[in-house]
């Protein structure tokens, strides 16, 4: 059986293990999976998790899907997170009810062949430079199915009493999409990396992760709003998006116009009339060891 420490290389460990290439706050992680799969576990029928007896969430992050994974599979299934992200992991173990996870590289997994009978991954493949070769190694892990659950960013639609939100939004996202190394908008694309990786695709299917802001407004529905009216959301990717063709006097300006924004989604907040919907694409990608 796997467990989270008796398959581990610690050389290997000391010796690969990278930074990740785009880094995400625990902050970031609880804001954008927020209710994710608590409306609708359908498109997760796909990994047939009741039959599943070893699990590996690769880039588990804080470990969000871990737990559906876990709350899915039968109790006496083992699930294991992995990630690059030490600090992230630390934050993991220090959930009220902790998926066992261990640092490691997607493309270079601590694992030995054959350790477990599902490889997931959820929102991971858009940030590697080469998505098959991390779906490549998912497969010398698994014995049997490798899936992949991939947000196609370039489609997400947002709906808001802010007439001008939807339209900045969809600037900063094309400045940002137009900057950025990786596919972060791979969604339904991940097969492509599946057949190139050898395995036989069994299907895709469509989640839509929907979060509505309205009154009462949670903590970090504030907290979302603030860093809309200081401009700390838009400079988080200020780099990102100056790599592509946004020049520094367009993003100023952008970043002015973001921050009235944000003025105004407080205002509205304090009259409890301030409304936001956001649905982000995510499809999952299942792949069979041939
Ligand atoms: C967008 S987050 C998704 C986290 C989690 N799967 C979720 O959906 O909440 C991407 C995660 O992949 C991890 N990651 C990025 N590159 C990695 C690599 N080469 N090996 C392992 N983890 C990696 C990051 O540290 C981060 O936790």
């Not at 940030?127 to 960013?153: G, H, I, K």
């Not at 996202?173 to 190394?181: H, N, P």
């Not at 401009?231 to 520094?248: F, P, Q, V």
């Amino acid at each position: 059986m796997v467990t989270s420490e008796s398959k581990i290389d610690p050389f290997l460990l000391e010796t690969v293990l990278r930074r990740p290439v785009r880094e995400f706050s625990e902050d970031y992680l609880r804001r954008t999976r927020e209710g994710m799969w608590d409306d609708s576990r359908e498109a997760l029928e796909l990994l047939a998790l009741e039959s599943r007896q070893r699990i590996l969430d690769v880039g588990c992050g804080t470990g969000e899907l871990s737990r559906v994974l876990r709350e899915e599979a039968p109790d006496d299934a083992t699930v294991v997170g992995c990630d690059a992200d030490r600090e992230l992991l630390e934050i993991a173990a220090d959930h009220d009810d902790p998926v066992p996870a261990v640092a490691g590289d997607a493309l270079r997994l601590p694992f030995s062949d054959d350790g477990f009978d599902l490889v997931v991954c959820q929102a991971l493949l858009i940030n590697l430079p080469d998505p098959a070769a991390a779906v490549a190694e998912f497969a010398r892990v698994s014995t049997d199915l490798v899936a992949a659950v991939e947000p196609n960013n370039a489609t997400v639609e947002i709906d808001s009493s802010v007439d001008r939100e939807g339209r900045l939004e969809r600037r900063a996202r094309s400045a940002y999409l137009d900057g950025v190394a990786t596919d972060v908008a791979l969604g339904a694309d991940a097969r492509t990396a599946f057949e190139d990786a050898g395995l036989e695709v069994c299907e895709t299917r469509r989640y839509d992760h929907v979060r509505t802001v309205e009154p009462p407004y949670s903590e970090m529905a504030l907290v979302a709003a603030r860093r809309k009216a200081t401009g700390a959301g838009l400079a988080d990717d200020r780099e990102t998006m100056l790599s592509g063709a946004l020049t520094e006097a367009e993003y100023d300006d952008l970043r002015g116009a973001w921050r009235e924004m944000g003025r105004d989604v407080i205002e509205q907040m304090e009259a409890r009339e301030y409304r936001r919907e956001e649905s982000v694409p995510f499809f999952v990608t299942v792949g069979r060891i041939p």
